[in-house]
RNA sequence: GUGGUUGUAGCUCAGCUGGUUAGAGCGCCGGAUUGUGGUUCCGGAGGUCGCCGGUUCGAACCCGGUCUUCCACCCCA
C-alpha cells in the first residue's frame, strides 16, 4: 500500500522554476557582498547544543531544534527525572546538538575559534538554511535561508554607513523599489529607558515600544503598565508616540529629551553621524528612516538596529535587520571583539519579487538543441555532434529511447526546446542534418557549423 | 506555546438538510496522424473523500482525536 508522501510541516519543496528565482537573488546578494569587500564562510547546519541555547532568550530555546542523541539516550537519564516528566532538565541528557537557529551566534563562535588565522576587522558572508520549530504563516517558515554579512573586530560607524548602502544597492539592482531602512541605537532605547527609570525593564520595554504601530498608543501604554512602568515616566516620553518629521527634526527632538543620559546621547551622537554621512552620499531607491520603536527582540545588539521593510503596497513585514553586538564573541571568551551585521530574509524577498512580478529576467537552464532519437546508429551519429556542441557550451541532449517522433517533438515542446535537430538513415549517410525550429516551425538541411551558428545567436 | 481555520483525482474545485456505483475543468495516456509538436476531434486510466476512532439501518457530510494548510497572538527573516 502506498502511502501518501509529505514533507514535514514548514518546509518546502522548490521546482525548477524556483531554484531559479531563488538563485537569481542569491547570485544578486553576493555579488554585492563580494563588492563590499565580504568573503564567504559556511558553518555546520547543527552545532553543540551549548553553543546556541541561552543565546536567544527564553522563547528562542524554545525554538530551536533539537537532535535526539543516538544510541540508548535515555539510559543516562535519572530515573527521577523520568518519573517528574520534567522535559525542560530531560531535554540536555537526550540532546547534545541542535540545529542552528541563525547564522550569527555560529559566526560569533568561528571567530573565537579561528580568532588565530583570522585578519581583522573580519568581513564575512554567509548564505545557509537555519531552521526554527515556529508555527508557519505565510513567510515565516520552519527552515529558511538568511544571507548575513558582518563585520568584526572594529567600533567604526562607517560599517555603519556601508551596510545601509548595502541595502539599497542589492535591492535597486532587485528592482524592488520604495523600501524602507528603519534605523535606530539601542543607546538611545537605553537612554529613554534611564529617563523614565525603568533601566531594569529594557526589554520589556522595548518589546512594548516596538509594537507601537500595531497595537497604538494606548496599548503600548498598557503593555508598559502591565510590566510595572509607572504612568508618570510613561508620560515623560509622550513625544515619542507621535515621533514624525524629517530624520534630521527627530535626532534634535532626542537630543533633547536625552540630554540628561549620558548613554542616550552617546546614542543620539551615533546616529546623527549615520545619518548625516547617509544623506550626504545618496540612496538609490531605498528610503532611511529613524524609528525610535524598532527594538528588535535579539537582546544582543548594543548599538545600531537596522530593518529593512518591504514597500508599503505588499504585505510583508521585515525583509531584514540587523545591528551592532558588542560583546557578541564575550559569551564564547573573547572580550572586547565589536561586530556589526546586516541580514536579508531570502524566502521573504523571494515573496515580495513574486507579488510584485519582479522575475522577468530569471532564466531556466533549458536546453536549446534537442537531437531526435531513431535508433542506435543515428544516436551514436548524433552523440558525435553533441559533444561538439557542448563543448562550446551549447546546451543541448539526445532524447535517450527510440520512442515514437511524436512523443519526442511534444517533449521538446514542453520543456521549451527551441530547436530539434533529427537525424535518419539520409541524413547519416550525407553526413548532414535536418533542424527544425520549434517557435517558427520551419526546417532545413544543413551541416553542424550551421546549426551552432543558428543556436548561438539565441 | 494559545485561539481559530483548512483538507474530495496529478492540479483547481463542485458535491443540497447524512440516502444507491463520488463529479467537472485542466493535466496525463492512447487513437485519428507507424519520420513531424503546439490546434481540433474521439477514446481511456486515475479517488478506501487527510488519517484513526465513534454515532447511525446508512457518513465525503454529524461527533472526538490526530496530522496538515492558512490566519491572529507570542515571537520573528
Known amino acids: 500500500m502506498a502511502q501518501k508522501p509529505s514533507i514535514p510541516k514548514g518546509t518546502r519543496d522548490f521546482s525548477p522554476t524556483e531554484v531559479a528565482k531563488r538563485n ?31 543565546k536567544y532568550g527564553e522563547e528562542g530555546d524554545r525554538l530551536i531544534f533539537k537532535i535526539l542523541n ?48 583570522i585578519v581583522f576587522p573580519f568581513k564575512r558572508y554567509q548564505m545557509q538554511p537555519v531552521w526554527r520549530a515556529d508555527r508557519p504563516q505565510k513567510g515565516r517558515f520552519r527552515e529558511f535561508y ?92 509622550q513625544p515619542l508616540f507621535n515621533f514624525t518629521g524629517t530624520n534630521q527634526q527627530k535626532i534634535n527632538q532626542l537630543a533633547t529629551l536625552l540630554a540628561s543620559s549620558e548613554e542616550g546621547t552617546t546614542g543620539v551622537e551615533e546616529l546623527r553621524f549615520v545619518v548625516d554621512n547617509i544623506e550626504a552620499l545618496g540612496l538609490q531607491t531605498a528610503t532611511l528612516s529613524i524609528d525610535v520603536t524598532l527594538a528588535r527582540g535579539l537582546n544582543y545588539y548594543t548599538g545600531a538596529i537596522y530593518e529593512v521593510s518591504a514597500p508599503k503596497t505588499v504585505q510583508m513585514s521585515s525583509i531584514g535587520g540587523g545591528g551592532r553586538y558588542d560583546d557578541l564573541t564575550g559569551i564564547f571568551g573573547l572580550k572586547n571583539v565589536s561586530g556589526v ?97 520549434m517557435q517558427l516551425g520551419t526546417q532545413e538541411v544543413c551541416g553542424l557549423e550551421e546549426i551552432i551558428k543558428m543556436v548561438s545567436t539565441l
Not at 515580495?352 to 551514436?380: H, I, R, Y
Not at 552523440?383 to 527510440?402: F, G
Open 24 to 54: 537569481y537573488i542569491f547570485s544578486t546578494v553576493k555579488a554585492v557582498f563580494e563588492t563590499y569587500g565580504f568573503q564567504p564562510i559556511e558553518t555546520p547546519s547543527f552545532e553543540n547544543s551549548a553553543t546556541l541555547m541561552g
Open 70 to 117: 543516538s544510541g540508548d539516550y535515555l539510559k543516562k537519564v535519572d530515573d527521577a527525572l523520568l518519573i517528574a516528566k520534567e522535559s525542560l532538565k530531560i531535554t540536555p541528557r537526550i540532546s547534545e546538538k541542535a540545529l542552528r537557529y541563525d547564522l550569527t551566534v555560529p559566526f560569533a563562535r568561528y571567530v573565537v575559534q579561528h580568532q588565530n588565522e
Open 146 to 237: 538568511q544571507c548575513d554579512a558582518d563585520v568584526v573586530g572594529s567600533k567604526g560607524l562607517w560599517q555603519e554607513i556601508e551596510f545601509v548602502q548595502l541595502y539599497d544597492a542589492v535591492f535597486t539592482k532587485l528592482k524592488l523599489e520604495g523600501t524602507t531602512v528603519k534605523l535606530n541605537n539601542r543607546k538611545i532605547l537605553a537612554g529613554i529607558a534611564e529617563i523614565i527609570g525603568a533601566k531594569e525593564k529594557l526589554i520589556d520595554f522595548t518589546v512594548a515600544l516596538d509594537k507601537l504601530d500595531k497595537i497604538g498608543e494606548e496599548g503600548v501604554v498598557n503593555e508598559m503598565i502591565s510590566k510595572g512602568i509607572s504612568k508618570e515616566a510613561i508620560s515623560k516620553i
Open 341 to 437: 551585521g546586516i541580514s536579508f530574509g531570502l524566502d521573504r524577498i523571494y515573496l515580495v519579487l513574486e507579488e510584485l512580478n519582479l522575475f522577468d529576467e530569471v532564466e531556466l537552464p533549458t536546453p536549446k538543441v534537442l537531437f531526435v532519437n531513431f535508433g542506435d546508429k543515428e544516436a551514436a551519429y548524433c552523440m558525435k555532434a553533441l559533444q561538439k556542441l557542448r563543448s562550446k557550451n551549447i546546451k543541448s541532449e539526445l532524447y535517450p529511447s527510440n520512442v515514437k517522433l511524436k512523443k519526442q517533438l511534444n517533449y521538446a515542446n514542453q520543456r521549451g526546446i527551441p530547436f530539434v535537430v533529427m537525424v535518419g538513415s539520409s541524413e547519416v549517410e550525407n553526413k548532414n542534418y535536418t533542424i527544425k525550429n
